[in-house]
């Protein structure tokens, strides 16, 4: 009990900071797939970290072929690659699951994606173009399709495709967990023949991406002006550059929730543990009353109870952080069964540092207070104390 | 013999809400050195507040203390502490051992605050306890030990730093009378053999008996003092109303 207050503190603040650090890390890594020469259009306006969200996964919106094709016409602009998802039934063997479709133009997409956004391959090799074959990300052989390995035949509302290889990881569990293939396949399943949800712009190397991410907002707006008579264009523009201050806010974010959440974990433990030292001084009080009788210095009762409340700081923290570190473990593990985002929980030698000095810390600030009471009592009061 | 312990017109006045109370009112009192003295008096008549205030354990109200010739309350907090651990050993009805420790510890603690180093602590320690009775019982716990072992084990504690002055608070009170017997023994003998000077606070006649001089005190004041003791406590007898 009398460690409880600084256990649940110091328990909070390893765990949301190693959960925050693992969830910033994974953000950092998802943004960082945009390569430098390369521009993402996407429905939808980010300004913060919802919209973010509603702009992945919530608007009907698409990008026209038409405006695909306006676009690869910018001088500066070497390619432009359509990409479009949706859910479709999937089986193998004896199992149908609904699993993620990623359709893209193989030729061309394929390039961009090993040459600037780092997609690495794991087992087998990548689809060749015109065939019916598909890659798939690395959740989909371990976890929805187990034991499916390159060479392996799956069925897509009826298609026998072949796979040819497994990627490694791209950062996030729902980009593991999709089946790749190529965009004609992709429409002829899912009935969407006509635009695409994101597209990807390969721009020419030395030409200054913001000023392309503005020709083509100029294209962007002249196309929805003529279509829709508005002015605002319902598309983002992101660019190295815009996702890296994307990243920066949300990662602000993070932090000011963390550090609002930690400030109060510490304000629990400390009062916890002032609490705790505050009752030990009045349980004890006919105790320091002994020991000033047989001549303990008011300096030697105080580093008695300050000794005292660090260790029971240190043995709170070591509890918390134990316990802190097994929830974010299990956090991550809920998080990879579950589909959420898919992160490492980040338990770093700093962290456990952390809280080990933290709760030694705290418990010598908060034991402070009542062990300088204890030493000023009067010898007889305190003696007299439960008499 | 010179004198060890000197009070001047000491007053004590407790603060209770709006309330006065007088523990002692304009106490002079002169203690030689080896003196065996016995304080009685009955319930709330301010014996123990006179302990205290001897012991350096509380302050009077008004009034001054001296030991061995120095104003104590001239003396800083660590050197109060200092006399307290040397100069006086305590022994309090309660016992007031320290119950996470045992027997041994419980005697070697004043050396510790004294900085005697541990082996010096452990050897006094044990001869201590073997000289009360208890060679033993060394490494029990005070809630192992019997009422009378347990003011045994305190009395090794207030003789471990060899202190001039033994102060003891009602040591019989939660005593059966042979065990009772027995402590006030030890405590002639240290007064006899060690020449140490002993004060001790009881309401219990037969205890008093045991001292050289006694003092009576009633309301606060000393209402006789003397070392006829037989004739004192043949007073009481006759007059309960002075206890």
């Known amino acids: ?387 | 013999m010179e004198t060890i312990i000197k009070l001047e017109d000491v007053w004590k006045i407790y603060q209770l809400g709006k309330v006065e109370v007088f523990a002692l009112r304009g106490i002079s009192l002169e203690i030689k050195k080896g003196t065996f003295l016995s304080i009685i008096g009955p319930s709330g008549s301010g014996k123990s507040t006179l302990l205290n205030i001897i012991g350096c354990l509380d302050f009077p109200t008004k009034g001054k203390v001296f030991l061995d010739g120095k104003d104590v309350q001239k003396l800083s907090p660590d050197e109060l502490a200092r006399i307290r651990g040397k100069k006086i050993g305590f022994i309090f009805q309660q016992f007031n051992l320290l119950p996470n420790l045992t027997a041994i510890e419980n005697v070697a603690l004043p050396m510790v605050f004294q900085g005697i180093p541990e082996k010096e602590r452990e050897k006094r320690a044990k001869d201590l306890l073997r000289m009360v009775g208890l060679e033993g019982r060394i490494n029990h716990k005070p809630q192992e030990l019997s009422g009378g072992e347990q003011q045994r084990v305190a009395i090794a504690r207030a003789l471990s730093n060899d202190p001039e002055i033994i102060i003891a608070d009602e040591p019989t009170g939660n005593l059966d009378s042979k065990s009772g017997k027995k402590i006030m023994e030890i405590l002639r003998n240290l007064h006899l053999k060690e020449k140490k000077t002993i004060l001790v606070v009881t309401h219990d006649p037969q205890i008093a008996s045991f001292s050289e001089e006694i003092l009576v005190i009633k309301d606060g004041k000393i209402v006789r003092e003397g070392k006829n003791i037989e004739e004192i406590l043949w007073q009481k007898l006759k007059n309960e109303r002075l206890f």
């Open chain 1, 1 to 387: 009990m009398t460690t409880l207050g600084i256990l649940i503190g110091v328990f909070l603040i390893c765990s949301l900071l190693s959960l925050s650090e693992g969830l910033k890390e994974s953000i950092i890594s998802e943004l960082r797939t945009l390569g430098k020469e390369v521009l993402m259009i996407f429905p939808g306006e980010i300004t913060d970290l919802s919209s973010l969200f509603t702009a992945f996964f919530g608007r009907g919106l698409k990008i026209e072929d038409e405006t695909i094709e306006k676009i690869k016409k910018i001088e500066g602009v070497e390619n432009v690659v359509p990409l479009d998802y949706g859910a479709s039934l999937v089986r193998y063997k004896e199992k149908t699951k609904t699993v993620l479709l990623f359709g893209y133009p193989r030729k061309e997409a394929q390039e961009l994606f090993k040459m600037n956004l780092g997609w690495k391959l794991d087992q087998g090799r990548w689809p060749k173009p015109k065939k019916r074959e598909v890659i798939v990300g690395k959740l989909v052989p371990s976890d929805i399709f187990p034991g499916l390995k390159p060479g392996d035949k799956i069925y897509i509302k009826g298609r026998e495709f072949l796979v040819t290889g497994v990627l490694k990881s791209l950062g996030t569990k729902q980009d593991d967990s999709m089946i790749g293939l190529d965009i004609e396949d992709y429409r002829k399943i899912t009935g969407f023949r006509k635009g695409s949800h994101f597209a990807l712009v390969k721009i020419k190397s030395g030409v200054d991406t913001e000023r392309m991410a503005q020709k083509i907002k100029e294209v962007l707006k002249e196309t929805q002006k003529r279509k829709a008579g508005k002015e605002e264009i319902p598309f983002t523009i992101l660019t190295n550059e815009k996702a890296g201050s994307i990243a920066g806010n949300i990662l602000a974010l993070i932090q000011i929730i963390v550090f609002a959440f930690a400030s109060v974990a510490i304000i629990v433990g400390g009062i916890g543990i002032m609490n705790t030292m505050f009752t030990s001084v009045r349980e004890r009080t006919r105790e320091i009353g002994i020991l000033k009788a047989v001549g303990a210095k008011n300096s030697e009762i105080l580093i008695i109870f300050l000794i005292e409340s660090a260790i029971m700081g240190i043995i709170g923290g070591i509890l918390g952080t134990f316990l802190g570190i097994f929830f974010a473990k299990f956090v991550e593990f809920y998080g990879q069964v579950h589909p959420l985002l898919y992160f490492k929980a980040s338990i770093t030698p700093n962290l456990i540092l952390f809280g080990f000095f933290f709760s030694l810390f705290v418990g010598i600030i908060s034991g402070y207070w009542p062990a300088k009471r204890a030493a000023a009592l009067k010898p007889a009061d305190a003696l007299r104390y439960f008499e």
